[in-house]
């Protein structure tokens, strides 16, 4: 019940790495920060965030601290590793090539 | 770089191991504060508080699960969740110790029986002979396809051999044993004579097995020549014994039946000889030319000889058998004596030596799997009355946001649990069954290849895993299928749902009574032959009988008077011994075997045809033998003391010899010819049938004086009032004070040597009968637990029914007879079954039908009476409830 429907499998962990490579960030934030940025297109619910943060962390790709915030109060942020870095290089790659090829396929004219 | 992640990632999956509270906490944290933002972004647009919060938690999700999937993903996640399952799972079992018990006790002797039955049947039966390329050795015998014997491996004459061996050597390699001697060991150097097994054998016999010596050398052309020097090769186990490890044994003399040998080399342990005619227990082998008589080596007519071929590569068995068979037919045309064989016959040496057990041990195998299947049916069913109880607990899980699959796994875990305990404990019991086994059984070829390796390990894990599966699936699909729903509204007044798995119940106990019935006919019919064999008419009394056999060595006692003044001597003196009331002189006594016959003719008679001849057992014996064994004389007389020697010419005959051969005519006073023509005897008088091995009907008989017909062995045959065994002592200790080197050998009494030819009968039947009986023990108690749970399910169905004034006998009887239905089925499925399985084992039988009429319709009985006890007392317990009480139950 709390899988994404609209995405692939795996995509997520893609675009969480992405956002995590721009700016350290902890789970609600980027909650908000995949709306905003998705423009509302891909629904994230909030639940399958933490269970995808965990296995990226428990990977390597990613890792955490507890972090002091506003109004004395901590939260735990999320940043890349330099091991996630070039794994994410790796896979937008991939990304790029696949993505392409399914546009071009997408993009043929019926006759 | 794989190293590189490895390591980086390392404190996490320490942390996640060692710290897993820290981990969890910290996730509630996280979660929270994911809380706490949202609502506060809520409150930011302007939502109530309450509404803030709410909001905020339904965006979330379910907390509990989520935090469930999120710990799934750590590190060591699936391994936390099996240790959570097993702790879940040994809680729950250890919160029912009745339960869990039985279910550990049933697996237990399932896995237990299995394990054992396929110990031994791949010892004995599957792995190869501990012979170089065993694959390629075989056994050739004599066969004769126009009169088919019961026993159709006829042993091999010599002068056969020679021809086979010189015709087919391009095709196999041959040598030739005699597996069946013996020798009575001198008594030297302060040790006491005995007499040992030992065999004959070629030069080449074990370089053909690829069987080296662990000392010395083996036998060579030259020891294999009848001039040449005594030579004789002895066993580790007899150097061991007799010799005390000696390592300068080799070059010693031994002296055999009163002759210098010389020890030349000691064969291994690994070494054992095991073929369908015995030999397993020869401690000393000698080269078969320098052993036999002269007449031995050359004859057609005596079949003395095992041959052991290897075949050269690319040569098939059948091809040889084809080769040799065509070749034993011209033999049989040069030399047309009745006693020559006409075609030969082929086996691979493993077969060859395990022919006799395949089918008890396959039968025993086939038993031991249906109590495993049994088992394991049972403790499904269990499970599944378990689940039945539990359904509610399941349906509030589900309600909770527990997976499916989580529950299943959960399942499947507990019957993991029992399984392996019951496969540990089964393990024991196993290695406690194979020893005894091993002990009860020392008389079946290749035992000495039975131990526990790493193949019956994996077999004991394959077991377990397929008992956990089979016990656990049909659980967990009988508690799957309600929906959550259902579960929860289910009570005892609406009782739909446990209906169902009640049927599943059911069908497993009506397969589980289906099973038994199997057993049990197979255990009756075993037992029923058992007994017949037990019971079977040896033709004399057999309490208080003593026999023990000595051996003359022709070295010493190289005349027939010499030999008879020995027997004279010892006779007189075992009859003045105190306590002995007969004593008498017989060469085999009843029960004791073959040995020994003859084709003879009748010289009153018409001639037979040319090739044809009557078969006399024979048998020699002393004149006080038959009042010593209690062998009536129908007619005629016993020989006088004078009628030995050179006056042996007359015999007494077996009544079924008079019947068979003298029909309606008077034998006494009629002659008795050898077809070979070595001699004619007048007969004096008819004595009753006694049977040579219990298991087979009497052979006619012929006896004749053992003083004068070459016998140089004998066996003392001593009755007494009482106690027969306690006069085995003074009885061996007249025949050392008549010669200290002569040792008396197979002492025992005749119930002894009945109960050595019944053994493997009564192992066969007990062993089927106890697994038949835990096999009726498991189907009972399903029984009483499916009908006992329905009575608990239906308490307030009956309370109702006993108020509105339903007839307490009429309940009795609906719900004895709704017990009774799986068994009737079951018995309907089985019946038919046994009837087909009984052909199977049909050659374990003795005396008895497969389809015995009494065994089925006791089996039926039994199971129905078995079947009803145990539906009484839940039905019992249904009829006496008070309705009130009943009504007030939920």
Redesign the interface.
Known sequence: MSKPSDLVQGTLDLLILKILALQPLHGWALSQRLRQVSGEVLQVSDGSLYPALHKLEHQGWIQSEWKPTENNRRAKFYSLTRLGQRYLDQEAANWERISAAITSVMRLKEV | MRI??WL??LP??MR?LLRRDRLDA??D???R??L???TE?NLARGMSPEEARLAAMR????AA??RD??R????WGGLEQFTHDLRIGARTLSRTPGFTTIAILVIALGIGANVALFTVVRSVLLKPLPYRDPGRLALIYEADREHPHPHPWLPVDAGSFWEWQRATQSLAEMAMVSPFQGYNVSGEGGKLPEVVFAAWCSDNFFSLLGVRPMMGREFTAADDQPGAAATAMITEGFWKRRYASDPAIVGKTIWLDAKPYTIIGVLPSTFVYSGAFGGAADQIWTPVRHEAPASLLTTYGDHEFQVVARLAPGVSLSALEAQLDALQKRIKAAHPEPSTHPGAIARTMLDDAVQDYKTPLYALLGATGCVLLIACMNVAGLLVARAAARSKEFAIRSALGGGRLRLIRERMTESLLLSFAGGALGLLLAAGAVAWLMHARPDMNRVEQIHFDGMDAAFTVAVVCLGTLFSGIVAALSSSRGNILGGLQESSRSHSGSRSRATLRRVLLSVEVGLTVVLLVGAGLLLRSFERLRTSDLGVPVDNVLTMGVNLPTARYKQDYQRAAFFDQLIARVRALPGVSAAGLVSTPPGEGWNGDDLMCIVEHPPLPKGQGLDFQLRGADPGYFAAIGLPILEGRTFNANERLDRAGVILISRGAAREFFPGEDPIGKHVKAIDGSGTWQVIGVVGDVRWTVAKPPMPTLYWPIDGNGYNFASIVVRSHHDVESLAVPVQKVIAGLDRDLPAWNVMTLREAIGKSTIDSEFDSILVLAFAIIALVLAATGLYGVLAYLVAQRTVEFGIRLALGAQRKALLGLLVFDGLKPALVGLAVGLPASAAVVQLIRSMLFDTQPLDPTVFAGVSGVILLVAAAACLAPAWYASRLDPMRALRTE
């Open positions: 590189r992640h980086q990632t996490l999956r996640s910290e996730l944290e996280e979660l504060d994911h706490d933002r949202q972004f965006k979330l999700g379910n699960l989520l999937q999120t799934a993903m750590w590190s």
